[in-house]
């Protein structure tokens, strides 16, 4: 029964681990950017940006923490899934909460990946 309980870690280790990877990823390379585009926009008038610079300081926010959160991965495979679970997962629902609100607010051209709205539509036109 241990190698199968090991074998059930390694694969929650692994998977959370190419999740939170993947995740990071996403808002780095494509959510930031179009946000800092998003607010280019409002330049001219910020007034009109309403929540946004709030908003998107709050995913890099989050987002640095969960980083930081990563980096500090214990090594022992039982303490590290503990880790994750307890630690790393809640961080990304913040992190995902944060993005959440901004795919509300960046402007349709800029967000780079499909919508909620977009997935499950789709099929409709």
């Known amino acids: 029964c241990d190698a199968r309980a090991e074998v059930m870690l390694e694969n ?6 190419i999740e939170v990877a993947t995740l990071i990823s996403m808002v780095e390379t494509a959510i930031l950017p179009a946000c800092r585009k998003d607010l ?3 330049a001219s008038m ?8 709030k908003v998107y300081n709050a995913i890099q926010a989050e987002s640095m923490k969960l980083k930081t959160l990563v980096a500090s991965r214990p090594k022992e495979l039982l303490a590290d899934a503990k880790y994750l679970c307890d630690k ?16 509300g607010l960046i402007d349709k051209d ?3 990946y499909p919508t909620y709205a977009e997935l499950i ?3 409709h036109s």
């Open 46 to 53: 910020p007034k009109l940006a309403g929540d946004r610079q």
């Open 110 to 112: 800029l967000y780079p």
């Open 40 to 42: 280019k926009l409002y």
């Open 121 to 123: 539509y789709s099929h």
């Open 12 to 17: 929650y280790v692994t998977t959370l681990g």
């Open 88 to 103: 790393v997962k809640p961080q990304m629902l913040a992190v995902r909460k944060e993005v959440d609100t901004a795919e």
